[in-house]
């Protein structure tokens, strides 16, 4: 499968622990993507990068939460002392832009539980 | 602030009736305007977009901006239609999307 993967699948973990997810973009898309989606939502922009930049991040829900992309490849966002609101689907996509709106490939999404 | 708002959780349909999945958006400059579907334990997926004015599986999608609506139709559904359905939208070059709450397409036999 060459499209956007994202690491691990599931995750469960108590309240109070910090948790790191994965994604690796298709391999010549520039652009990154983080999303959450909570049940019954849609998905909701988090952050995203051009290459290792990080343009937009106001819209991270909290001071917990952060994303890199070093070296503008694979993106990692991790939350610190999980809450039980952050269980959710975190959803990761990337495209290829060279200016104007471009398609944005999903990932499958990281279920994270907080217990 | 942008908004999107679909006001069916879920839509069920026969199959062969025609289909119409309703989007409102909120923007007050020129939006770029999505419906991304999600079919069952697969990813998220574009299906079409404004611009483009393409029709993709059968659907077509006509955005308004009198009335702030990108409704998605089909004259015939199909069961393999049976799918989550997003709108988005998009305020500048970048898919910063923002998504709607989704609608539940159900196609019955």
């Known amino acids: 499968d060459t499209g956007v993967s994202q690491n691990p699948r599931h995750k469960i973990t108590k309240r109070g622990q910090n948790v790191t997810f994965r994604c690796d973009p298709i391999?010549?898309?520039?652009?990154l993507y983080w999303y959450r989606q909570t049940l019954g939502q849609g998905p909701e922009f988090l952050t995203y990068?051009?290459?290792?930049?990080?343009?937009?991040k106001s819209r991270l829900l909290s001071d917990r939460f952060s994303a890199e992309r070093p070296k503008g490849s694979f993106s990692t966002l991790e939350i610190q002392r999980t809450e039980q609101g952050d269980s959710a689907m975190y959803l990761c996509?990337?495209?290829?832009?060279?200016?104007?709106?471009?398609?944005?490939?999903f990932g499958q999404g990281t279920r994270l539980t907080v217990v | 602030a942008q908004r999107v708002t679909q006001p069916e959780k879920l839509l069920s349909v026969f199959k062969g009736a025609p289909v119409e999945l309703k989007c409102n958006y909120s923007?007050?400059?020129?939006?770029?305007l999505f419906w991304y579907v999600q079919y069952s334990r697969q990813r998220l997926q574009l299906l079409l977009r404004?611009?483009s004015r393409e029709s993709i599986k059968g659907f077509t999608a006509d955005l308004n901006k009198g009335e702030t609506s990108f409704h998605l139709k089909k004259p015939f559904a199909q069961e393999e239609d049976s799918a989550m359905y997003y709108c988005?939208?998009?305020?500048?070059?970048?898919?910063?999307?923002?998504f709607g709450g989704g609608t539940r397409l159900m196609v019955k036999p």
């Open positions: 988005a939208l998009s305020s500048n070059a970048g898919n910063m999307l923002t």
């Open positions: 990068f051009q290459n290792e930049a990080q343009l937009e």
């Open positions: 391999s010549e898309h520039n652009r």
């Open positions: 923007y007050s400059g020129s939006p770029e």
């Open positions: 996509a990337s495209s290829y832009w060279t200016g104007g709106n471009t398609e944005a490939f």
């Open positions: 404004h611009i």
